[in-house]
């Protein structure tokens, strides 16, 4: 038997901006993803029991085929290598909050220890990356690498030659987000293409919120480096005001953030691909915590209670 796990994340600013060559500021979240593997006589036959969104196990059925099959690929097996794979651990199977990602990795690791291939968190790294593009269709790779490492992690892909920079940031002291679900499962492959296609169709503006965007995680780096959570609930804010203009946000994002916002979130917007999926805002202390998570309860929505820059995660 295989057992292995991969970490949640959240985006905390660039989400859609990275996939186009700007940096990107992600968080793993200190909830996991296992996963077990064994080999069997014939198939491949997969155990989900992630809790989360109803639904999402369903739709994402036929992409999770195709990403195992491209993982086995990546990894050097036949594609239709039998094996059983169980899937489970505390990471609600919410979308945006990097569940394909987490699952991504936790298999490969479970994979390469039930084979006994010995793969180095590099080439999980990579493997989980081939995995994502059934999911993400061109993903910059900023999942796979928080579900690998995790920590804060600073992620910038060059567009041209896709090579890759990612740094540790280290924060003074953790800080208290939470992490709200719309319930609703969003389709990244779809939101990322709709980016692309009308930051084709309209240059001159989507070439002015993306400089923006990479000055938010400019500035951002350096409020989470010298501890300014007033700033840095400020460039949140912006972040999400930018992530509307490219027209990636629902009626139910906004709706939780002016929720968290009102509660006295010091910053909140929306979280990975969007379209649904998720938010998060930032609410240093238990109490603010867990005054914005219960009125984002109350409004009938799931929450995630985690901190950013906590030393395991
Ligand atoms: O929706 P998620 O959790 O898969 O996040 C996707 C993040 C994007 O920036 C929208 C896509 C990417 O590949 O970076």
């Known amino acids: 038997m295989g057992k292995s796990s991969g970490y949640g994340k959240v985006i905390i600013f660039g989400e859609h901006f990275v996939v186009h060559g700007v940096p990107g500021i992600v968080s793993a979240t200190d909830a996991k993803t296992d996963a077990e593997v064994n080999k069997a006589a014939t ?3 997969i155990n989900d029991e992630r809790t989360g969104s109803k639904g999402y196990a369903e739709e994402k059925k036929q992409q999770q085929i195709e990403s195992i099959q491209r993982m086995l690929r990546a990894i050097g097996l036949p594609a239709d290598t039998p094996m059983s794979i169980w899937i489970g651990g505390n990471l609600p199977g919410f979308s945006g909050l990097g569940a394909s990602a987490a699952s991504s990795v936790a298999i490969a690791r479970a994979i390469s220890e039930e084979f006994g291939m010995g793969l180095s968190d590099e080439r999980v790294n990579k493997v989980a990356y081939e995995a994502e593009k059934a999911y993400a ?3 910059s790779g900023i999942d796979n690498t928080a579900a690998t490492y995790g ?3 600073w992620f910038r892909k060059n567009e041209q030659d896709g090579t890759e920079i990612v740094e540790k940031i280290t924060m003074k002291e953790p800080a208290e987000i939470i992490i709200g679900s719309t319930g609703k499962v969003a389709n990244t492959k779809a939101m990322v ?10 240059p001159a503006r ?3 919120l993306f400089k923006r965007a990479e ?3 400019l500035e951002g780096r350096k409020a989470l480096e010298a501890g300014d959570l007033k700033k840095l609930g400020e460039l949140m804010d912006e972040n999400h005001t930018l992530l509307q203009g490219i027209e990636v946000s629902s009626k139910e994002l906004d709706l939780l953030v002016d929720v968290a916002r009102k509660q006295g979130a ?3 917007k929306l979280t990975g691909g969007g379209g649904g999926g998720c938010m998060t805002a930032l609410t240093p202390g238990k109490e603010l915590q867990e005054k914005v998570a219960l009125a984002i309860e109350k409004a009938g929505f799931q929450v995630l209670r985690t901190k950013i820059g906590a030393k395991k995660a």
């Not at 293409?193 to 309209?202: D, H, I, M, T």
């Open 137 to 139: 269709g061109n993903p």
């Open 266 to 268: 010091w910053g909140a």
């Open 206 to 208: 989507y070439n002015l």
């Open 151 to 153: 920590g804060l992690l």
């Open 43 to 45: 198939g491949i036959v």
């Open 193 to 202: 293409e709709g980016v692309a296609e009308r930051k084709k169709q309209n």
């Open 215 to 217: 000055e938010i995680a």
